[in-house]
């Protein structure tokens, strides 16, 4: 199944490309600029006229502060072309064709999700906070709880592989993935080569991916691939090598869905070093979460809905219901989603709330930490208030500027209370919030900007689900294998780092 250096030098040749592209791109611009900006005095005025509307309009508009002021101050240090480049890279911006479509996306949803009074109430009846959370992601982002659903936690993606390949044998109808990262190798393998039967077999079978997530790991054209073999394909946002806003917005949910009766969620992408059998940065510490039963019908939209806005089609999503399905599962659970595009921080209100309800605890796992003010103050108020907070990130980092942005936090996090600890055998990719054995979420929301404001993304909000107590549980074993963030360590940091640290968290909004 495998192409070998084939496929290796494809994605090599498409990544080399897709560089020199950009970087001529930037060198070019700054050429012009230093060209003309003391030659010409007429092209100067424009640009500081542009700088002057672009920071007006940065500031009129109703976003996180932190990302307005990450692109304020370069546009006052830099006046000249610090309003051009908002212009090219900042914010949201689509086409007003483009938002009409993403509005589809809601009323599509909405739908064919409607609110179910009972299980509210019912949920209202046994805790009053624990439905206002509930009633939050029905309203605002149109995702309904449900009852009748079984959830099985996954502590590592090595757990998941197993039970997603044996979901995927079993399929009788249709096989829908969306993933922001698919790479060739034992674990892509596996799957595709069920794909590619179940194709053959007459199964209805959809594959959507990110191209910008795929750009190091999938040739161009990769589509085309799968398409040949009966797959139907769609690639989300195909990555143009242009400067531009569209590169803010990606597709970072994940979802696996089996004939609209088996779900899979979760931090875990569709490659090797997921389930560790590729070593990047030490282990992997990752995750997932499978639901059978009726809240799979909102995993199963989610995707329908995106497919079709990506696709250009119309399917009649009712004809892909499944029968009421024969499951007693306990507790509630509610599948969810975030688009970007429409104003409201979804993910971000979820762990918001959750720490908001806690009156015993808050155990946070995340592959990052970089949060804004209502964030942390959030998270600082629940420890000072007696809560006890916890926060495990990754020893090895991914991405190295990343993490030295992650260790910025500590030190005031950890001086007003939070306890923090890291990984050592390596990298958590994990994002997991369990709260006072009653609560959790899991799903693929980074606390990050991109993760919180700018990205697709998904996750499931639990109430005394199966697997909440197993959700706990892998944050516990998970807590021994750390390494605690000590108050003397942090205040033993470097001169040089610290300042390094400040510039990064100036431009922590638009990494």
Known sequence: MRKGPGILKKVFQRVVMVSISIL???VVFALLIWRFQDNNEIFYVLLLLLSMAA????????????????????ILIFPVFGGLFYLMLGGNRISRRQRKKLERVELTMRRHLPANPET???????????????????????????????????????????????????A????????????????????????????????????????????????????????????????????????????????HRKLMIIDGKVGFTGGINLSDEYINRKERFGHW??????????????????????????RGEADSIPSFLPPEPQVEGHGFVQPYTDNPMDDEPVGSSVYLNLIARANRYIHIMTPYLIIDHSMFQALVTAAKSGVEVVLLTPHIPDKWYVHVLTRAHYEELVKCGVKIYEYTPGFIHSKV????????????????????????????????????????????????????VTLEACRATSVPVRLVRSLLRLFAPLM
């Open 433 to 484: 919030f369990s709260v006072d054995g009653h609560y959790a979420t899991v799903g693929t929301v980074n606390l990050d900007y991109r993760s919180l404001y700018l990205h697709f993304e998904n996750g499931v909000f639990l109430y005394d689900a199966d697997c909440v107590a197993d959700v706990e549980q892998d944050f516990q074993d998970t807590l021994i294998q750390s390494e605690e």
């Open 120 to 170: 509210s109430e019912a949920l209202a009846a046994i805790d009053p906070s624990a439905a206002m959370q509930s009633d939050y992601l029905t309203n605002v982002a149109g995702c309904p709880p449900y009852r009748q659903t079984e959830t099985q936690y996954f502590p590592l993606g090595d757990d998941a592989y197993p039970a997603m390949l044996d979901a995927l044998e079993k």
């Open 172 to 251: 009788e109808k249709y096989i829908f993935l969306e993933y922001f990262i698919i790479g060739e190798g034992v674990m892509w393998d596996g799957i595709l080569e069920i794909l590619r039967h179940k194709a053959q077999n007459g199964l209805d079978v959809r594959v959507m991916y990110d191209d910008f997530g795929c750009i190091q790991v999938l040739p161009t054209g990769y589509r085309k691939q799968l398409e040949a073999w009966g797959i139907k394909c769609c690639v989300f946002s195909p990555f143009i090598p242009v400067v531009s806003a569209r590169l803010n917005n990606r597709d």
């Open 285 to 310: 510490k990752d995750n997932a979460i499978a639901l059978r039963g009726e809240a799979v019908w909102s995993m199963t939209v989610m995707f329908l809905s995106l497919w079709d806005y990506v």
């Open 24 to 26: 001529a791109q930037l």
């Open 55 to 74: 920071s007006l309009a940065i500031i009129s508009k109703n976003t996180n502060p932190a990302y307005k002021i990450a692109w304020l101050v370069p």
